[in-house]
Nanobody, 125 residues
């Protein structure tokens, strides 16, 4: 079993930046792909970004491409989501997730095995 704990959320003005962190513990070696998702009020949870440990590949949703960057620190068992040029529509609860599969073809909510508790990001206009 893998435990994921997010941090770094907060309130920021449009155009600002935040960096989210996700620390993993437990059977982390079994989780090949890490991802960030978000859920805005009244909306379904959606994919944001993914990182694959095996070849250091990344993948982004079109809505965040060029603004967000996913990265990792192996020594700290941590992945980050650097969010720049934030917009009000980025407001959501952001979740860290992990899955055993290396496939970037399947990045839906149901494809991920473990989830964190979420961290709130609010972008004011």
């Amino acid at each position: 079993q893998v435990q994921l704990v997010e941090s770094g959320g907060g309130l920021v003005q449009a155009g600002g930046s935040l960096r989210l962190s996700c620390v993993s513990s437990g059977r982390t070696f079994s989780m090949v792909t890490m991802g960030w998702f978000r859920q805005a009020p009244g909306k379904e949870r959606e994919f944001v970004a993914a990182f694959r440990w095996t070849d250091i590949s990344t993948y982004y949703a079109d809505s965040v491409k060029g603004r967000f960057t996913i990265s990792r620190d192996n020594a700290k068992n941590t992945i980050y989501l650097q969010m720049n040029s934030l917009k009000p529509e980025d407001t959501a609860v952001y979740y860290c997730a992990a899955k055993q599969s290396a496939s970037f073809l399947r990045l839906e909510v149901d494809d991920f095995d473990s989830w964190g508790q979420g961290t709130q990001v609010t972008v004011s206009s």
